[in-house]
């Protein structure tokens, strides 16, 4: 996992990012402008209470995020992967009276069904962007040893998390 980030969708300026976690990740504007922009969906009925999961990827034009060591089939040496929850609430203080959020978590690994549990029980309390929930689950995840074959159990916020990795039987090829 490189970062996560919380962008808010601000009606006179469209979207924009909240917040950066950990601080020290420098992406570039190029790519802070397309996480930001990947991270709202294209439509949401204002009817739909439940959070919008969905994920996206750009390619890394961030010089300072080296992708250094990936785990082949699973990582990617060039593309950052994008994992989001998008949640919309009533907030009569704003102009269209919703307040929009989406929390996307960043990595050159994708696991969206593993990226997905992280964020659900990182927005379970009801907050999409707590800035004390999003620093203890960067340190857990950095104490979790690099992606590879086999199944991990991972502490994760209070509770293991499984995470488990093969070799494919059919590698992907490049299509011609």
């Keep these: 996992m490189i970062a996560f980030v919380v962008c808010n969708f601000n009606v006179d300026l ?27 969906p294209e439509r949401h009925d204002t009817e739909v209470q439940d959070d919008l999961c969905f994920q996206f990827s750009i390619h890394n034009g961030s010089p300072d995020i080296r992708l250094d060591s990936p785990c082949p089939p699973y ?10 929850i998008f949640r919309q609430e009533y ?15 960043i990595s050159n690994h994708d696991f969206p069904a593993f990226y997905l549990d ?9 907050l ?5 929930a999003l620093e203890a689950a960067c340190s857990q995840v950095s104490s979790w040893p690099a992606p590879s074959v086999g199944k991990h159990e991972l502490p994760f916020m209070g509770s293991l998390l499984i ?14």
């Design 118 to 126: 992280i964020l659900r029980k990182l927005t379970r309390s009801g």
């Design 128 to 132: 999409i962007s707590d800035p004390n």
């Design 14 to 40: 469209g979207p924009e990012i909240e917040l950066i976690y950990p601080p020290d990740v420098h992406f570039s504007t190029s790519d802070l402008s397309a996480i930001c922009f990947n991270s709202f």
């Design 163 to 176: 995470l488990e990795m093969y070799v494919p039987l059919y590698p992907l090829r490049e299509l011609r």
């Design 75 to 84: 990582g990617s040496p060039s593309e950052l992967y994008g994992h989001c």
């Design 91 to 105: 907030d009569d203080n704003t102009k269209r009276a919703f307040s929009q959020k989406s929390l996307v978590l």
